[in-house]
């Protein structure tokens, strides 16, 4: 059974740090892209970043230099720390996992509450 385990949210005041993780399980994610997506309360979920196997990154304009993603590919574990937070930046985090070439897959962790408190 594919999982995908977030943790690290939590509350945190505004201009503080979070590191969350994200551990995949059950299958294997050899050339994979990973990602973390958010969704605030009454807001569609929306993208935040991405690394592809290789460690390629793209990001949000809304967190472009203040939040790094990285993954330990031997582990399966996607990381996101995030600097500089602000009470905007509340919202569940959602890990994604996705493969865009056969045998194609998409999955999606539970989340975890990220809240910044100002």
């Known amino acids: 059974q594919v999982q995908l385990v977030e943790s690290g949210g939590g509350l945190v005041q505004a201009r503080g740090s979070l590191r969350l993780s994200c551990a995949a399980s059950?299958?294997?994610?050899?050339?994979?892209?990973m990602a973390w997506f958010r969704q605030a309360p009454g807001k569609e979920r929306e993208f935040v970043a991405r690394?592809?196997?290789?460690?390629?990154?793209l990001y949000a304009d809304s967190v472009k230099g203040r939040f790094t993603i990285s993954r330990d590919n031997a582990k399966n574990t996607v990381y996101l720390q995030m600097n500089s937070l602000q009470p905007e930046d509340t919202a569940v985090y959602y890990c994604n996992a996705d493969l865009v070439i056969p045998p194609y897959y998409n999955y999606w962790g539970q989340g975890t509450q990220v809240t910044v408190s100002s």
């Open positions: 690394v592809t196997w290789s460690g390629s990154t």
């Open positions: 059950g299958r294997t994610f050899t050339g994979a892209r």
